[in-house]
């Protein structure tokens, strides 16, 4: 069985992204850019909501063609580019990059591709993640806490019918005081 992660960057309150979709605050240094980078390089699979895959892909396909794209951006553009997806929308109609589109219902199809054989997966974006977490299918958490208040926007976690048992198996902190938190869900 495939293990399924979902990571991102968060606010010490919770977020993932501030009122209004604003990410601003959750600008990577070049060490923890590379980190995430290196993360989508060993990804055999990433699973996207809607929003996240908008956010993603009106830029990452063609970053490494801009002018004064640095060395890491390039690197995280072909690597994104490269790595298989599956966006999760009733709404969107044509998918490119490496990307194909499922527009059944997310954890049925969740379920049956952590059934598969293969590497690991990822999953993006905060309301196909909360489906997967509330239907206990997400086995490692990834936060990468960076030291600021928003507020209120766009929650990490979801609302649980019952707690979910988490076991601590990385910190580790980086530049600019983000701490990064891997915990696998006990079963």
Do not use: C
């Amino acid at each position: 069985m495939r293990k399924l992660t979902f990571g991102m960057n968060v606010s010490v309150d919770g977020y993932v992204a501030a009122p209004g979709g604003d990410l601003g605050w959750s600008v990577p240094s070049d060490e923890l850019f590379q980190w995430w980078s290196d993360r989508v390089g060993e990804t055999d699979l990433a699973l996207y909501g809607r929003g996240l895959w908008e956010a993603m892909s009106s830029y990452w396909p063609t970053a490494d063609q801009q002018s004064g794209a640095s060395a890491l951006e390039i690197e995280f553009a072909r690597r994104w580019r490269d790595m298989p997806k599956v966006l999760f929308s009733s709404t969107t109609h044509t998918v490119d990059w490496n990307t194909r589109l499922a527009t059944g219902d997310a954890v049925t199809e969740i379920t049956r591709l952590k059934a598969m054989e293969g590497g690991p997966m990822d999953i993006g974006g905060a309301t196909l993640a909360a489906a997967a977490m509330r239907a206990g299918l997400i086995d490692e958490y990834m936060l990468a806490t960076a030291p600021v208040l928003v507020g209120g926007g766009t929650p990490f976690f979801t609302a649980l019918d019952s707690w979910m048992n988490l076991r601590l198996v990385e910190t580790r902190t980086f530049p600019d005081g983000v701490v990064l938190t891997r915990y696998e869900t006990k079963r």
